[in-house]
């Protein structure tokens, strides 16, 4: 198991970028960060949890939900056990509580499908 910690959110002008991080911690499995795949997902206010982006061990594969295509970029550094979400040009349809997990296989998008979930991170785009 790996606790994930996700930070970086806040209340922003549409247009404008944000950062997200999540950084994993607690790891007790003996299964090092490097060894997940990772992904994040959101949930808007009365609507389901959704796929964002997954990106896998090395972070040499990344792939998006349609929404965020060519607006965001998922990105990691398995020497700080630290997974990013660049979020650009932000729209107001963008906020919702942002979430990263690990995949229990790679290229899923449900959620089911996930485990070790963050408490989450606040994103709040004024139109």
């Known amino acids: 198991q790996v606790q994930l910690d996700e930070s970086g959110g806040g209340t922003v002008q549409a247009g404008d970028s944000l950062r997200l991080s999540c950084v994993a911690s607690?790891?007790?499995?003996?299964?090092?960060?490097?060894?997940?795949?990772m992904g994040w997902f959101r949930r808007a206010p009365g609507k389901e949890r959704e796929f964002v982006a997954g990106i896998n061990w090395s972070g040499s594969s990344t792939y998006y939900a349609d929404s965020v295509k060519g607006r965001f970029t998922v990105s990691r550094d398995n020497a700080k056990d630290t997974m990013w979400l660049q979020m650009n040009s932000l729209k107001h349809e963008d906020t919702a509580v942002y979430y990263c997990a690990s995949m229990k296989w790679w290229g899923t998008i449900s959620e089911d499908n996930y485990e070790n979930w963050g408490k989450g991170t606040q994103v709040t785009v004024s139109s």
């Open positions: 607690r790891i007790t499995s003996g299964r090092a960060f490097i060894r997940y795949d």
